[in-house]
Each structure stands twice: as C-alpha cells, then as structure tokens.
C-alpha cells in the first residue's frame, strides 16, 4: 500500500491520514502517432504525481494522489479513431466537484499535473478560486524541467520527448520505433500563427499525417528515465513548500 495514492487506501487509513495536499493528474485519450498507446497523456500524468509524491511524502509532506481523469480537451482530434473529448465546460463542472469534494474533506490544497496540451486550468481555476477556501494550483508537468537538457528536439506531440518518458514507463506499450511515422507538420500559412504571438486551435486531421507533431525516432528509455527523474524531483520540492505553506495566507 503507498500511503500516499488514494486508489491504495481504505477508509481507516485515509480518514487518519491527516493530508495537506491532495493532487490530481489529468490526461487525456487521443492518438500518439502510431507507436504510443491512446493513454500515454494519462499514464505520464500519474507517474509523475505518484512519484513527485512518494519524494514529497519521504520528505514529511502528506500529500494523496487522486485517481486521474483520462478525458482531456480534444475537440480538434474527433473522428481521429476513439478519441474521447471532454469539453472545457464540463471539465470545469469535473474540476469543481472535486474540489467540493476535497471541501468536505477538508483538504485545503489541490494540485492539477496536467498532461496534455489542449487542457487549459487557468480559467477554470481563476474562476473556481473565488468560489472555495481550498487553495488552487495547476502545472503542466513536462515544463517543469528543462527539457533541452535532455532531448535534442523534445517534440510537441508523441516526439522524442513523450516517446522516451513511454519506453521509461510503459515499455511494453511501445510499438517500434520503426513503425513510427516521423511527426511531420504542416504549419500555419499565416506567420504570426507559426511564431507563436497569434494563436488559433490546430486541426490535427489536417496538420499531421500521422498524428504525431516532432520526430521520434532518437528516443530512449535512458533519456525518459533521467527527464521523469528531474521533473519528479522539482514537482515534490513544489509539494513540500505548498503543504508548508498556509493556504489562508500563502503570501510573503
């Protein structure tokens, strides 16, 4: 049993547990090229919680991993296979009955560790915030370490970057690298959407032929060990500090 992943607890041990914070990881189903599983948003987003966690409870923090929520924001990859799309909306009305939840709890501190990048908790939580005494927080958990210090080009989708964090992971998931196609894009005519400034949501069914957006073929469990081990590493820092910190006064 880790005392520190709610699926593992029963109801004596998790009512005694005395936790500060409580942390879900948020994923999504969606096609990763065709070498990576539909889950991999998901089961990168609970390994990290459950490992930033383990780190944090070592160091005296008590945090508890909620079970993660598979279904992301995925509206421009329907008809890309079983691609399941939980609309912003709804994933609010999730987000907000569980903190209602934690409410009755009384957990006072929540962390999303997002693992996808159409998910965005910022309204979400800028919205909720005003609503619950219990403090809100959201990272993204693949920018929480510098990952040009470990890939040469990361990717965006189902690249290198994802595709060595999976060999670490799930290696049984993962289908040959030869398989793979190589993640190219077809970017935005217009140059303020290519630089970044302009923004607009990217069709996936038109950009990528494969579904995949960087290349994956330089990919090693090696590489995802060291990258899953830095993130996990800063990510429990994080959680030590915000379950030290007071929530009713989390100001200097």
């Not at 995949?212 to 990258?227: E, S």
Request: hydrophobic share 45%; aromatic share 8%.
């Amino acid at each position: 049993m880790r005392p520190y992943v709610l699926a593992d607890l029963t109801w004596a041990v998790a009512r005694d547990a005395a936790t500060a914070v409580a942390v879900l990881p948020w994923g999504a189903t969606e096609p990763h090229n065709t070498h990576l599983p539909y889950a991999t948003d998901t089961i990168q987003a609970e390994a990290v919680a459950v490992e930033a966690a383990r780190r944090a409870w070592e160091r005296g923090a008590r945090v508890l991993v909620l079970p993660p929520v598979p279904f992301g924001a995925n509206a421009m990859q329907l008809g890309l296979g079983p691609t399941i799309d939980l609309s912003p909306s709804t994933q609010a009305r999730v987000l907000a009955d569980v903190v209602r939840s934690l409410e009755a709890a009384e957990i006072g501190r929540l962390v999303i560790i997002n693992g996808h990048g159409g998910n965005d908790f910022k309204p979400m939580v800028r919205e909720l915030q005003g609503r619950t005494n219990v403090f809100l927080c959201a990272l993204d958990w693949w920018r929480a370490a510098p990952a040009a210090d470990h890939f040469d080009v990361p990717g965006d989708h189902a690249g290198e970057l994802e595709t060595s964090v999976v060999m670490h992971l799930r290696p049984d998931l993962v289908r040959p690298l030869g398989e793979a196609g190589d993640g190219a894009e077809r970017p935005f005519r217009v140059a303020a959407l290519r630089e970044g400034w302009a923004w607009a949501p990217r069709d996936w069914r038109q950009m990528t032929a494969d579904t995949g957006v960087g290349d994956p073929r330089a990919a090693t469990a090696d590489k995802g060990a060291a990258f899953v081990d830095a993130v996990a590493d800063r990510v429990a820092s994080f959680l030590v500090d915000l379950a030290a910190m007071d929530p009713s006064d989390p100001y200097r």
